[in-house]
């Protein structure tokens, strides 16, 4: 059976094309790589990046390359925008997809960290099925502080110690945080409104570990260059909660709150199954991207 392990770096940079298309060049040097997507968005400021590979080694070598153009390209103390972030090279999630398990991927997650730390001398946390400490499963356990706050609590508290690295983050890279997850969705729903409350009452709402819909995790935010409010969520269980039940579950609770929905957008690539089980009108999708690994 073929190999094919997903990895999805989300990088602290979604505004600058110049750079963020020197970035995904790197991606060119690595034959056993190969780059399916880039995502960009500027009001979270931040750029998803999807690739597979069946080789470990060269999976171990483009993450290290990307860390380190990362670092000559952006500084994480310059950065502004409204997702949560500890690191230019924020978050480095692997997906087992074909062939492979997840003990093994874990293994590879686990010798990529503590590589990164060593030898960009940056605290490097372990996330979902690679995390060492049971705390750090959640990954916003940690990260949701932001780089300002969980660095103060590092540096003057030694509180949510990395797993990896050293006590002190990188002045460009700040710190990053590597990890092991199952398939999820990255889907936003956008408001017809500017109240923030609204949007961030709602994923308080449907929010999982709330009570409220199996595997989605939510957050509200404001989004400038729309002049809306969005719900922006992981849909980590998109099989036990299709996308189109979220919607109609946000429309309602909008409704309720006196607002309606503009539209939703999935960022990144999502499974050919999450789409072909939904109408893609009736829950007022604009833009969708399928994961296809043949």
Known sequence: ??????????????????????????????????????????????????????????????????????????????????????????????????????????????????????QYKIPAYLYGHAALKPEYKNLSNFRNFGYEKLKSYVENEKKFLPDFGPLLFDKKLGAVAIGVRDILIAFNINLATTDVYIATKIASLIRGQNNGLKGVKALGFYLDSKKCAQVSMNVCDYQATPLDKIFCTVQEYAKNLGTSILNSEIVGLAPKDALTRINKEKIKLTKAKLLDIK
């Open 1 to 118: 059976m073929k190999t094919v392990i997903e990895c999805v770096p989300n990088i602290s940079e979604g505004r600058d094309k110049d750079k963020i298309q020197i970035l995904t060049q790197i991606f060119n040097k690595f034959t056993k790589i190969k780059l399916l997507d880039v995502d960009s968005d500027a009001d979270h400021n931040r750029t998803v990046i999807t690739f597979i590979s069946n080789d470990k080694i060269q999976l171990n070598e483009c993450c290290m390359a990307l860390i380190g153009e990362c670092r000559k390209l952006f500084n994480i103390e310059k950065h502004l925008g409204v997702h949560p972030r500890i690191g230019i090279a924020d978050i480095i999630p692997f997906i087992p997809l074909k062939g492979v398990t997840i003990n093994e991927t874990v293994a590879l997650a686990r010798e990529i960290a503590k590589s990164v730390s060593e």
